[in-house]
T-cell receptor, first 114, second 118 residues
Framework: GQQLNQSPQSMFIQEGEDVSMNCTSS?????WLWYKQDPGEGPVLLIA?????ELTSNGRLTAQFGITRKDSFLNISASIPSDVGIYFCAGQLYRSGTASKLTFGTGTRLQVTL | DGGITQSPKYLFRKEGQNVTLSCEQN?????MYWYRQDPGQGLRLIYY???????QKGDIAEGYSVSREKKESFPLTVTSAQKNPTAFYLC?????????????????FGPGTRLTVT
């Protein structure tokens, strides 16, 4: 099955820095989701995007649904140590009345140094 | 509290044995999913179910089986036919509605079960 391309694969940043990561697909989606996973735990939903061009914030996190519907971006401002983890994007092509599958990105591993 | 539970957290089995992983949700979600995650990898879909007594194969269904006899439960059996069963297994659920409202199709995950087969 398809996996989305996510970049960067990993990044080391200093506390207080801003972080950007993106996710690209060869096919279009009508929903983009961003998850964070801590080691040994299940992913936690951070942000959901439903419309091309949409920009949505959740605290220090901001995500955008790309205009082409084939990409999405996540920004974290003023990073803190608890931002450490793996961030996954997921695309979905939903149809009304049908719970549709998610296609996941390969993940971006974020490490924050003091 | 509403949520998804998976048990046990860690599971050890000998090669050649079947093993069943539990997943229960009290979110009243119609759809449930099983994913497999290998070290440094994303999530790959094994099976999913949109409604009781119905399920579909995902991308890597070979060597796995599921049942959906109750809305809140979706157990996964890893059979001896699965060639490389050691992995982290994640269960998820989502609502399923006739028209999309905010949050209708988002999937929520359980804490996972780490299976080690030796």
């Amino acid at each position: 099955g398809q996996q989305l391309n996510q970049s960067p694969q990993s990044m080391f940043i200093q506390e207080g820095e801003d972080v950007s990561m993106n996710c690209t697909s060869s096919s279009i989606f009508n929903t983009w989701l961003w998850y964070k996973q801590d080691p040994g735990e299940g992913p936690v939903l951070l942000i959901a995007l439903y419309k091309a061009g949409e920009l949505t914030s959740n605290g220090r996190l901001t995500a955008q649904f790309g205009i082409t519907r084939k990409d999405s971006f996540l920004n974290i401002s003023a990073s803190i140590p608890s931002d450490v983890g793996i961030y996954f994007c997921a695309g979905q092509l939903y149809r009304s009345g049908t719970a549709s599958k998610l296609t996941f990105g390969t993940g971006t591993r974020l490490q924050v140094t003091l | 509290d509403g949520g998804i539970t998976q048990s046990p957290k860690y599971l050890f089995r000998k090669e050649g044995q079947n093993v069943t992983l539990s997943c229960e949700q009290n979110l009243n979600h119609d759809a449930m999913y099983w994913y497999r995650q290998d070290p440094g990898q994303g999530l790959r879909l094994i099976y999913y179910s949109q409604i009781v007594n119905d399920f579909q194969k995902g991308d890597i269904a070979e060597g796995y089986s599921v049942s959906r006899e109750k809305k809140e439960s979706f157990p996964l059996t890893v059979t001896s036919a699965q060639k490389n069963p050691t992995a982290f297994y994640l269960c998820a659920s989502s609502p399923r509605s006739g028209r999309r409202t905010s949050g209708s199709y988002e999937q929520y995950f359980g804490p996972g079960t780490r299976l080690t087969v030796t």
